[in-house]
């Protein structure tokens, strides 16, 4: 095949816009063309409004001002999420962005662990500023509040539709043509196979070098035409289906997720400038569509705007995300269900790697495999990472967590989970998004306590140890304290027009 010219992009969701917008803003004036159908009759799936802090970077490198794009989109500020009943009912853990304390010789963890051995409070939280200030509702840009202390790390909810519409307008005003319209047919090279062009019903034929299939759960391109296979993970990650629904914001907007663990899954609560979204996350073979779109009405903050959607799924991913000339995002190449919002996350990541090995003379074998092997190393990282909440958990009063109890594990995570119980160290490798501090997170805050940390915690005398700790927690409860109410900072630096005061 030939050199990539024309870039043809499948779909308009999140995954659709984003990699148009990428594309466009790094190649846009270099004689490449990009086109990108949708079809307003099919839509998107809608949903996907929590994100994790690498977000900041790449809506950095759409040159994107955050202050502008989050009144775009009714942002909110997200600090981590917040789990409540994973461990046993009533338990209430955040899993912050960004580490614990400072850096301290080796991993400040260990130095947590010794603190808590020697008596110290084992309130982990009092030495992270996320934790400090979702607790108390603040939020505040560290760098406007003390330009010396350590970054606090945060990353948005946002109405996904609006995100979608934003990365569209940005995109068109770069060059990228859009194309209405539902594909019914995909042409292909009657040798190599290779994809040559996408028809649309009224007939017109989109034709590229390179497709990029954001089509969504049903994979247009990369299995309904390639057949690139899906190993299924559910048996890890059982649930299959999300009701989703929007309510009426009634209090003030928390800078955090909160993810509550219910009889067959558990539910999201998302707080936007205007609304909040909600769903229940569960597994069909222990509830019914019915039962869980009426036991989430009933958990609502405030009055539902709409009837709950029923979206269905299987977690897992596509064997080959980059097949032929296809290259698969979103949707479209996998799924491992939202509890830690790393979906956009792994769009992005299918970006950058396309990016990183983008083909010049033509697409080789050894490109493909290079992003796919990166892509699945990013799947199977998050992956275990997922499987881990709700596997360390004491819950066993529903049959559903019963079975995710006791479920067998893959051995990557079992042997995390084993280092973890008896060192303190989750075996996280450096290009991993989950640092240590996230595993700390939540292992011990769903109950798994290590019997031991790195003898490099142990060389400070006791003393001066305790001192410095102190000095830690209180220079952290500070910075806390200094920051406004996340409402303040909202309606102050970025309010929507649509933001409900309250
Ligand atoms: C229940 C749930 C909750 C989620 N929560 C989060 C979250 O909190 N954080 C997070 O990061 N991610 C989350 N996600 C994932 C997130 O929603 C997706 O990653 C994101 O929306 C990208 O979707 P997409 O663009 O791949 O697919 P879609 O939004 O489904 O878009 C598919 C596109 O393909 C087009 N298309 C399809 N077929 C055709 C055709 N024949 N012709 C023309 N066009 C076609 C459609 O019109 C549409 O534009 C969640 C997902 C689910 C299911």
Redesign the pocket.
Known sequence: MGAVRRIVV???????WMAAAALTRAFGSAGYSITL????????????????PPIQEFNAMLGLEENAFLKAVNGTFKLGIRFVNWTAEGSDYLHPFGAYGIDMGVNFNHHLMRYRKAGGNGDFGLFNPQTMAARQNRFGRIEEINPKAPRVNYAFHFD?SLY?KTLRAYSEKLGVVRRE????RVEQHPESGDVTGVV?ENGQVIAGDLFID?????G?LIEQTLKSGYEDWSKWLPCDR?A?VPCDKVGPAAPY?TSTAREAGWQ?R?PLQHRTGN?Y?FCSEYMSEDEASTKLLERLDGPAQADPRV?R?QTGHRRQMWNRNVVA????SG?L??LE???????QQAIMTLLKYFPRDGITAIQRKCFNDDLLADYDNVKDFLIAHYKVTEREDTPFWAYCKHMDIPDSLAQRLESFKAHNQPLVRDAELFKEASWFAILVGQGMEPASYHPLADIMPQDEFRWRMDRIREGTAGLAAAMPSHEAYLAKACPSPNLVPV
């Open positions: 499948v779909g308009g969701g999140t995954a659709g159908v949708e079809s307003d009759e099919i839509g998107i799936v809608g949903v996907g409004e929590a994100t994790i996904a979608a319209g539902k594909i019914v649309l954001c089509s969504g759960f049903r247009l999300a989703a997720t999201w998302i769903g996350v979206v799924f995002m979103g949707l479209a799924f269900e939202p919002s790393t979906s956009i996350w792994l769009v």
